[in-house]
């Protein structure tokens, strides 16, 4: 098949602490990198992906999937611990005007009573 040709096909291996494995498309092994995947996700044995296909920056005779979809495992890192894919939905507990948020990713919301709480 041709570089942007969509495709689908099957993850036969995927070593999550590597972030990569391998897709079988009728026949043909495809490279998969979790980069490439869902963000916070990572495919898993088995799991039916389509993708694009694109030659692989260090070897362009062999094919590379981007664009991967389908994926149905959370990302790991390289201690096999879950990735946080963000964003968090809150529960409606508590609501409150923003105050302040720097860039240091911190600021002061101001409760329904009028207290500015830290975050």
């Not at 959370?74 to 529960?91: K, L, S």
Request: hydrophobic share 35%; with cysteine; net charge negative.
């Amino acid at each position: 098949m041709a570089a942007g040709t969509e495709a689908t096909g099957t993850c036969t291996s995927f070593n999550g602490m590597k972030g990569w494995g391998f897709i079988d498309m009728d026949g043909t092994t495809v490279f998969v990198h979790h980069g490439d995947c869902e963000p916070g996700k990572q495919p898993k044995v088995g799991d039916v992906l389509t993708f694009t296909l694109e030659p692989r920056k260090n070897n362009p005779e062999q094919m590379a999937a981007k664009n991967v979809k389908g994926c149905t495992a959370p990302r790991q890192d390289a201690w096999g611990n879950v990735v946080f894919a963000g964003p968090v939905e809150g529960t409606g507990a508590f609501t409150g005007t923003c105050k302040a948020f720097g860039a240091k990713g911190y600021g002061f919301v101001t409760g329904a009573d009028g207290v500015d709480i830290f975050f």
